[in-house]
């Protein structure tokens, strides 16, 4: 069988394509302010690559850069003033952030209205009462995917390894509010093959190269690769795409899949806030 290969620099182009017409709509030019703290050379490259993709878009994006031993306090005062600001649409903050600074925190303390990496309560929370307002980025990237190529999900038995925050749990919700039945494993599953085995599509958000292998799925089974795992200079997926792709139907390389989705729909989510702001008295 040779899989259909799940083109995430396509999917993406399209999801650019639609959002250029909707900025030309808008009356004033959306902006994003990027908060990186310390020098993480995978937060510099990633906060560069948004910043990049918001220039091409037409959008304003700026990053404030800020010292890895800044304190919480004010860390958050920095956000408070971002919060204020009319001119910013939509703030991000760069994860993961150094040990010392608590993550809920800070990510509580952003307004929801401006959280375009849907990682406040509220908006987990409205994901969850499946009345979501911005959806985490990659989840959101992932059901984009799915449309996109037409692989279906209402009733279909979904299986996610990974149950993060960013990525395994609010996949899980979104997908089950689009009428999938699905079932999230993690690192205390039993019988993480059987569960395996049940699925008909399988969503990989595990950290580990190449963990999932070919002879653990059934045949005909739609496999997206969420893993970003730097080995000898290379970016390896959680999927072992070799023998992995003797049993799927469709799958998302690394690199070239979800990453380039997880950038497309921050721009989204950017854009539809600076839309929600606008039409706010
Ligand atoms: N493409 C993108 O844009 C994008 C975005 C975000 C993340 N990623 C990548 O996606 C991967 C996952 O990221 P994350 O932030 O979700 O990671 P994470 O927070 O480390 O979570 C990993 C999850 O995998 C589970 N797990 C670990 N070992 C396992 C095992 N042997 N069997 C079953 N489950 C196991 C863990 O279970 P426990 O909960 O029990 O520990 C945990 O839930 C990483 O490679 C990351 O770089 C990519």
Partial sequence: MIPLILDGKKVAESVYQKLLLEVSLLSFVPKITLLRVGEDPASQSYVRSKEKRCLELGLRGETLVLPELISEQELISKILVLNRDKEV????????????LNKEKVLRSIDPM????????????????????????????????????????????????????????????????HHA????????????????????????????PKFIKGDMLSPGVAVIDVGINRVDGQIIGD????????????????????????IAMLMQNLCFAATLQSKKP
């Fill in 114 to 177: 401006k959280d375009v990496d849907g990682l406040h309560p509220e908006n987990a929370g409205l994901l969850v009462q499946g009345n979501p307002r911005f959806i985490p980025c990659t989840p959101a990237g992932i059901l984009e995917m799915l449309k996109f190529y037409q692989i279906a999900i209402e009733g279909k038995r979904i299986v996610i390894v990974g149950r993060s925050e960013i990525v395994g749990r609010p996949v899980a919700q979104l997908l089950l509010n």
């Fill in 239 to 262: 999927v072992d795409f070799e023998s992995v792709s003797h049993k799927a139907s469709a799958i998302s390389p690394v690199p070239g899949g979800v990453g380039p989705m997880t």
């Fill in 181 to 208: 039945t699905v079932t999230i494993c993690h690192s205390k599953t039993k019988n993480l093959e059987e569960e395996l085995k049940r699925a008909e599509v399988l969503i990989a958000a595990i950290g580990k």
């Fill in 89 to 100: 649409n939509g703030i991000l903050v760069q994860l993961p952030l150094p040990s010392h």
